[in-house]
């Protein structure tokens, strides 16, 4: 089946709400102006929610991962949480979620979709912002720290993961790890074939099941069957070509690109992640210079689904100190 590209984080029934011209909004606007609207950025209508405004806090941006996906699930699970304290904004990046996508399939660049998120701090019309990302996400705020370093207050990084061809072979380890006889037959026979990694990649996710891919996602079978409901209840899906558009680009150098960057950082990983894996979240530690790394040893791939009070409460620590 062809999961590669309707993955990680699911989707959403759509909301109601104003196209905003891209201007400069009022300082106190993001905690004044709860509820649900859509931004204009760069041309591309873009689905925006805020939530906790009463707590009149530095927002925390969410950055969705996939590439591809949207919040549906973390708005449902670990997200009133977070907004009990703080208050956050949600957006669904151009043609992902809610939002509208791009006349050009390939006008996806990472150079735009950091565009597009200062487009989005500027119409929110606020000097700083932390940013949450999750997946791809945490790749996406990451990048746009680098870009943006005087615009962030605090980064948080949640399972973080570089979609490289050494990612590539961390996945397809991981679903021959879980596999049973007939897929690892599948998965060793698509190793020997002649082409490219990419390909393989893409023929091992469609060889797999959706139990093995809840397998892979999850350590706890019954927040995987959580998750799929969710996605299935929010029919919405990824259209996949945000994700070629990043695959046929990446030059695979965010560790590289980060070194040095003194935003104060929090990394999330699961030590059961077979996506992403740990070692981004392990390289991104040694060279981020005001890093703390938190591995969850009760969590694969979401450890804001899986260890969803410790995740809230080191969120509120780390942005707080309290």
Same mark, same amino acid.
């Given at each position: 089946?062809? #999961?590669?590209? !309707?993955?990680?984080?699911?989707?959403?029934?759509?909301?109601?709400?104003?196209?905003?011209?891209?201007? &400069? *909004?009022?300082?106190?606007?993001?905690?004044?102006?709860?509820?649900?609207? #859509? #931004?204009?950025?760069?041309?591309?209508?873009?689905? /925006? @929610? /805020?939530?906790?405004?009463?707590?009149?806090?530095?927002?925390?941006?969410?950055?969705?991962?996939?590439?591809?996906?949207?919040?549906?699930?973390?708005?449902?699970?670990?997200?009133?949480?977070?907004? !009990?304290?703080?208050?956050?904004? %949600?957006?669904?990046?151009?043609?992902? $979620?809610?939002?509208?996508?791009? &006349?050009?399939?390939?006008?996806?660049?990472?150079?735009?979709?950091? !565009?597009?998120?200062?487009?989005?701090? /500027?119409?929110?019309?606020?000097?700083?912002?932390t940013l949450l990302g999750y997946s791809f996400g945490a790749e996406l705020a990451l990048r746009y720290a680098i870009s943006h370093p005087e615009r962030v207050e605090k980064l948080i990084l949640s399972s973080p993961a570089e979609l490289s061809k050494a990612n590539m072979l961390v996945q397809i380890q991981g679903f021959y790890?879980?596999?049973?006889?007939?897929? @690892? *037959?599948?998965?060793? &026979?698509?190793?020997?074939?002649?082409?490219?990694?990419?390909?393989? #990649?893409?023929?091992?996710?469609?060889?797999? !099941?959706?139990? /093995?891919?809840d397998r892979f996602l999850f350590l706890q079978p019954e927040l995987a069957e959580r998750n799929r409901q969710l996605w299935q209840e929010s029919n919405l899906k990824n259209t996949g070509l945000m994700a070629k558009v990043y695959i046929k680009n990446n030059k695979a150098d965010l560790v590289e690109k980060a070194t040095g960057?003194?935003?104060?950082?929090?990394?999330?990983? $699961?030590?059961?992640?077979?996506?992403? $894996?740990?070692?981004?979240?392990?390289?991104?530690?040694?060279?981020?210079?005001?890093?703390?790394?938190?591995? %969850?040893?009760?969590?694969?791939?979401?450890?804001?689904?899986?260890?969803?009070?410790?995740?809230?409460?080191?969120?509120?620590?780390?942005?707080?100190?309290?």
């Open positions: 089946m062809k #999961y590669f590209y !309707s993955l990680l984080l699911v989707a959403v029934l759509f909301s109601c709400g104003r196209p905003v011209a891209n201007s &400069q *909004a009022p300082e106190s606007s993001v905690q004044t102006n709860g509820g649900e609207r #859509y #931004y204009t950025l760069n041309g591309i209508r873009h689905w /925006v @929610k /805020v939530k906790g405004s009463q707590n009149s806090t530095t927002p925390i941006v969410v950055v969705h991962g996939g590439p591809g996906g949207n919040h549906y699930n973390f708005e449902r699970t670990i997200g009133p949480k977070i907004e !009990s304290f703080a208050t956050i904004v %949600y957006y669904e990046q151009r043609g992902s $979620g809610r939002s509208e996508a791009p &006349q050009d399939p390939n006008d996806y660049l990472l150079p735009t979709l950091i !565009s597009d998120l200062e487009q989005l701090r /500027v119409t929110l019309g606020v000097q700083k912002m790890a879980i596999g049973d006889s007939t897929l @690892k *037959a599948g998965i060793e &026979q698509i190793l020997k074939d002649t082409t490219s990694i990419e390909a393989k #990649y893409g023929k091992v996710w469609n060889l797999s !099941s959706s139990e /093995v891919v960057v003194k935003t104060p950082t929090l990394i999330i990983s $699961g030590v059961h992640d077979k996506n992403g $894996g740990l070692h981004t979240g392990l390289a991104l530690k040694q060279v981020l210079a005001n890093s703390t790394i938190k591995l %969850y040893e009760n969590s694969a791939h979401f450890p804001d689904m899986e260890e969803e009070d410790r995740f809230a409460t080191d969120v509120r620590i780390f942005t707080q100190g309290k």
